[in-house]
């Protein structure tokens, strides 16, 4: 008896000890829980959020898709939904879209008639039409994320929804959804699942800010900018259907703002991006929206031990809460932050079109390096067709630039930024709608670029070309500063010897045979002691 009291005493001592310990540990938990940041709905709070987390300078490299029922007619550009609608284009300046100076796409003229010829009037046969006949058969995310990664993206993923207002998720909010109508899969779900299992960072892209139909009063601006879809009596852009009017954004101002808040937070809550990202126009959102949006990623990101990322254009977002997109373009000059540019695999349309020239994974590439230089992140567009296939013309580049990277990516995942980006002899073109520079500039072996390593021990030095062989190269700024000593130059990808002498600040460098070199960039390596 006493044995078995005795035994009853310490197994009530050691409960109280274990329930002491078990609260003062959900106490600390609670507490931890409680030392993660919380951020208001307003830019004020939002700006303490870290816009430039390591990850994301270190990632250099994402990939996105541009992808919808507008791929079904693959006729001109994902613009096709719009100028469906419209007969005469002139007096509302066709959408002349001037991607490179290999040429200019009207993504406008003619659609109106060619939609006619071959699918109909479009009082008969609407946008809408077309989900049932996007089908995506041959879609298969594994494959995809695959080749994504090969091609050496470190995030990814699709447009979450285009202009046009169809959702790429399983949504409930929005009735026009990929689960539910068209290919009957959740696209954005099954891509995220196959990145989160290689760890590969995720983002969502949003472009549906003008979807509202604004114009439905004014019959002079039926056709204007205003609005994606131009409303017409005729057509189903004035709708008032109970499931037509919300694709079409026929609805009251008030309620689409909550439609647009509500569909971007299921993304958050459903699918937990780390960035989501946001196409022009999302000015045309109340600012306490925006800021309602931006909270609401930033806490559920920071719930998740994420450190979330918001992309904008233009002014949509204050600099300091989010991180600025340059479309087509890159930066003339270093920054003193991390930026970034989404550009096109493609030459002529950001979606799969019948005939789509592609640009080389040289002029890719020359073009990202340049970007590398300058703190910049580059966000690339893929183009698959509507049934889900991604055609060999874009494979060939994408697994170039994956090959080109496997060899030289030491140079360019998790590096930072030189004393200079660089310098060279090739004329810098204008950028997309004159912001920056064009993002298809043309680079040789005499253009100069730079990166280095975290630590500062070793600068790469990017030639932007091939240079000629067994030649002496004399470089400038190599030297981080006057004390640095040089202990070793080699060139990545190649066990050969490099000469080179350093006299004062001026370096030089012998190259060695073209075998050893790389058409589309040579990089050499200067380790400093």
Known sequence: MIKLKLNRAMFMSLFLCAAIYSCKTNDKNSSLEEEKPRFEANWESLAKINNQPEWFEDAKLGIYFCWGPYTVPAYKSEWYPRWMYIKDTEGWSPDVYAFNKY????????????????????????????????????????????LFEKAGAKFLGPVAQHHDGFAMWDSEVNMWNSMDKGPKKDILGDIFKEAKKRDIKTLATFHHAKNLQLNAGNPKEWGGWDSHFPYHPDYATSSTDAELKYLYGNIPAEEFYDYWLDQVNEVVDKYGPDIVWFDVWLDRIP???????????????????????????????????????????????????????????????????????????????????????????????????????????????????????????EAVYGTRTHTIHGYGISEIEEGFEGIGQSATQEFNANDIRFTRSKDAKSLYVFMLGMPEANTTIELEEILPNVTNKIKNVSLIGSDVAIEWELNGVHFKLKTPEEKEMNKIATVFKVEFE
């Open 103 to 146: 040429g200019s796409q009207d993504r406008a003229t003619g659609i109106y008639e060619y939609h006619k010829e071959n699918f109909g009037d479009p009082s008969e046969f609407g946008y809408h039409d077309f989900i049932p006949m996007f089908k995506a058969e041959k879609f298969d995310a594994a494959e995809w994320v695959d």
């Open 287 to 409: 600012e306490k929206y925006r800021q309602e949006m931006v909270a609401h990623h930033f806490n559920k990101g920071i719930e998740r031990d994420q450190e979330p990322i918001v992309v904008y254009k233009q002014q949509d977002i204050p600099s300091n809460v989010g991180i600025l997109d340059m479309e087509q373009a890159g930066r003339t000059e270093m920054s003193q932050v991390a930026w970034m540019t989404d550009v096109t695999i493609s030459l002529l349309s950001w979606s799969h079109i019948k005939d789509q020239p592609y640009k080389t994974a040289d002029l890719l590439l020359r073009n990202m390096i340049d970007v590398w230089s300058k703190k910049g992140v580059v966000l690339l567009n893929v183009s698959p067709a509507a049934d889900g296939s991604i055609n060999q013309q874009q494979r060939d580049v994408l697994n170039e630039m994956g090959e080109w990277l496997d060899t030289y990516g």
